[in-house]
């Protein structure tokens, strides 16, 4: 996998979920990894509402794609802070920009500890060439 589709400024999870960190807010979609696995995406159903508790490894929604229906995990405890309500109408922009306008939700973390919990790009990439065999 190319160093591009796993950009070095980004933390990931073993899920193929990415998260950019400001402070103590993440902004979290799914990686070009992901995107690749489930092709062209028809759906993203995000559950929770700006205010929502989200709990690490629990579902906050579901991405429907021409392959299969899989769920997106919350990768920190928090509070939702801003869902992207522009993928309801174009759910394609998770395939033609994962790690910009296809990002799902921004997460005010609870606990900056949950943070030392995500992967660096070098361990996600040796995940996905772990997966890849």
Known sequence: MSDAKIPGDL???TEHEWARIEGDRLTVGITAF???????????QIDVKA?????PGKAFGTIDSVKTTSELFAPV????????????????R???DCYGE????????ADRGDLAKLLGPDAYR???DASAH
């Open 126 to 128: 040796a995940h996905v």
């Open 77 to 92: 405890a928090g509070k939702v802070v801003e869902v992207n309500g522009t993928l309801d109408a174009n759910p394609e």
């Open 102 to 109: 296809g990002w799902m939700v921004v997460i005010q973390a």
């Open 51 to 55: 205010g929502a508790d989200v709990v």
């Open 94 to 96: 998770v395939n033609e």
């Open 11 to 13: 933390f990931y999870t």
């Open 34 to 44: 992901a995107v690749e696995q489930l092709g062209d995406v028809t759906l993203v």
